[in-house]
């Protein structure tokens, strides 16, 4: 099934003049707009040429009781912690203590891929695959056991996988090569992880708000002071968020895995301004070494690595505003993201906790800095459609998605959201592990909404379909099978449950 969550915001209001107006306004009515619809709860700081352009918080560091997010609110800044990483590999191989060409092996010899190097690691071009891998099946033999930086190397050995590719071949994102550059960041310099990133990183760029907390504590741990906590949306028509760490699957990952190195770290918008002005003024690596870091890595074949890495830091394609780095930070209810235009001296950073847009938003964010035109966000009418469904009945529901495709100033209708929401009703996505919950009744009626709306598209009718069937109406189901098929005869996977229902249940 093609299911796709989220619509790009491209154009602004038509006809608003960007001149108009001071960027600190029109940047607040583009925030405005993401809280009115439900889009933003969290806290962004907008910087150009050392100058505070924007600033400020919106929503809940805890929905439960109602504690507002504010500007020295610290949030788990997810993976931007692996450019604290990174930094400290640079920092070690400018003072002649590695080679980031050097194989992992020289430093870690128990390590079981001696073609990979730090290059690799630092790139996400090194094959490996995810640590769930070789971690899993301990895990569930060992239920109560949770796993460190200290567990790492022998559980590699123990259970050593095959490589997804060859090293340098293609490019993945994977949290398992800063765990094995935290390990050699302890190995080269003598201290722990922590406190070297403390020492040589946090305190020369003068972030005092900023420390580690391991990913079992930001997830099962409920009396962290002055700290925002994930938040997830658990259907689309939900009105409110739920705390990550309320769902017993999220507490039982995160207290198994309590690896270093990729994600670990919580901060404020303002510290990591002050990260950001200690690479400007070069106190934590010199100008070539950040030029360096800033130059996609280059595959095997001479080509840049797809999702255009550096050492570190990912690289914008689009040079048009100027040179942007970037990385981005996600986890179980949270989003963040610090975007850096090195060529205008502009930075972004903004942190969610209860949304997985930061990079889109802080995208958006640098284009109206930069007198780009971007669009109002609007609210989803396929989830204000699944509200009132679930509540008042599909007549109620049909009239209210009606009224509001009018209002395409404030609303709009995705295809892909209403498949997606079709497919909630049915109960087949899960990624929480929650209890079962089946509405084949809406789910029909959604995707037969979709249909409807739609009706050039195979997609919604085989999803239409699908529904049909997990509802009991195998008749229908198959009508609309040969719909599916007819309009897109590459639908193999509908061809083939087609052919099994019409074997079951021949035409008379």
Do not use: C
């Amino acid at each position: 099934m093609l299911k796709k969550v989220f619509i790009v915001y491209i154009l602004f209001i038509a006809g608003l003049p960007v001149t108009g107006q001071s960027k600190h306004d029109i940047i607040d009515s583009y925030f405005k707009a993401l809280v009115q619809n439900q889009q933003f709860s969290g806290n962004v700081l907008v910087i150009e040429n050392n100058r505070i352009v924007y600033e400020k918080s919106f929503g809940y560091a805890d929905y439960t009781t109602k504690t507002p997010n504010t500007s020295s609110i610290r949030f788990p800044v997810a993976s931007i912690s692996k450019l604290l990483t990174a930094t400290a590999i640079l920092q070690l191989k400018e003072k002649g203590l590695l080679n980031i060409t050097d194989a992992v092996n020289h430093y870690l010899p128990d390590f079981p891929y001696p073609e990979i190097t730090l290059r690799h690691l630092l790139s996400h071009t090194s094959g490996l695959p995810p640590y769930n891998a070789f971690f899993d099946k301990e895990k569930n033999e060992q239920p109560g056991k949770v796993f460190s930086n200290n567990d790492f190397m022998p559980g590699i050995v123990r259970n050593k996988q095959a490589l997804i590719y060859q090293p340098g071949e293609k490019g993945n994102y994977d949290n398992i090569n800063f765990i094995l550059l935290a390990l050699i960041v302890e190995k080269v310099s003598g201290m722990t992880y922590p406190a070297y990133i403390k020492k040589h990183i946090l305190q020369p760029a003068g972030m005092n708000e900023t420390s580690l907390l391991p990913l079992p504590e930001q997830f099962n741990r409920a009396d962290i002071n002055n700290f925002a906590f994930p938040h997830v949306y658990l259907h689309p028509y939900d009105s409110m968020p739920v705390k990550s760490n309320s769902i017993p699957y999220v507490r039982e990952y995160w207290h198994a895995y309590g690896f270093n190195g990729f994600g670990d770290y919580i901060s404020t918008t303002r510290d990591l301004w002050k990260f950001d002005q200690a690479l400007y003024n070069n106190r934590l690596l010199r100008k070539q070494t950040l030029e360096e870091a800033f130059i996609p890595t280059k595959l095997n074949s001479g080509e840049n690595n797809p999702d255009a890495f550096g050492l570190g830091w990912e690289i914008e394609k689009d040079s048009s505003l100027g040179k942007m780095v970037y990385h981005s930070g996600a986890a179980m209810g949270l989003s963040s993201n610090i975007l850096r235009n090195i060529t205008k001296k502009q930075t972004v950073i903004l942190f969610d906790n209860a949304h997985f847009n930061a990079h889109e938003n802080a995208t958006n964010v640098m284009k109206l800095l930069n007198d780009q035109q971007v669009d109002m966000p609007k609210k989803s009418i396929a989830n204000v459609y699944g509200a009132v469904l679930l509540n008042k009945g599909a007549a109620a529901a049909k009239e209210t998605l009606f009224i509001l495709r009018k209002d395409s100033s404030n609303y709009y209708l995705s295809e892909d959201e209403m498949n997606t929401l079709g497919y909630d009703f049915m109960g087949n996505n899960n990624p929480y592990h929650l209890p079962e919950k089946h509405l084949y009744k809406q789910a029909v009626e959604t995707l037969k909404m979709n249909v409807e709306l739609f009706p050039g598209s195979w997609n919604a009718y085989d999803s239409y379909a699908e529904a049909l069937l997990a509802d009991g109406q195998k008749e229908e189901a198959i009508k609309m099978y040969k719909k599916s098929v007819e309009l897109n005869p590459g639908n193999e996977s509908g061809k083939k449950t087609l052919q099994k229902l019409l074997q079951q249940n021949p035409v008379k």
